[in-house]
């Protein structure tokens, strides 16, 4: 399975923003699909991820009520749209596959890791 995360930039905080991970080479359409992001000097942390039928989702408690992921089970990409942006949201954002073991807000709990996308939030 190969996955490419898209979408990101610049925006002002308070704007938006949606990120496109598309999948390729394989059944990642059954599986847990999430979003991680890395800001320099920082570890990978979890922001978001979601079932494959979409019916089950968990955030980052920073995140919800702002963020909100998707996906589309028949072309298998997986969108995660950012809504009321901040300065903190900066890094470099990844999707990745959940392998059906262990807690599913743990990176290490993922495989598959796209290239990542920029997303720089200005003040």
């Known amino acids: 399975v190969q996955l490419q995360a898209s979408g990101g930039g610049l925006v002002q905080a308070g704007g938006s923003m949606r990120l496109s991970c598309a999948t390729s080479g394989g059944p990642a359409s059954y599986y847990y699909m999430g979003w991680f992001r890395q800001a320099p000097g920082k570890e990978r942390e979890f922001v978001a991820t979601?079932?494959?039928?979409?019916?089950?989702?968990y955030y980052k408690d920073s995140v919800k009520g702002r963020f909100t992921i998707s996906r589309s089970v028949a072309s298998g990409t997986v969108y995660l749209q950012m809504n009321e942006l901040k300065p903190e949201d900066t890094a470099v954002y990844y999707c990745?596959?959940?392998?059906?073991?262990?807690?599913?807000?743990?990176?290490?709990?993922?495989?598959?890791w796209g290239q990542g996308t920029q997303v720089t939030v200005s003040s």
């Open positions: 979601i079932n494959w039928r979409g019916s089950s989702t």
């Open positions: 990745a596959q959940y392998k059906e073991r262990g807690d599913v807000t743990t990176a290490i709990n993922y495989e598959h």
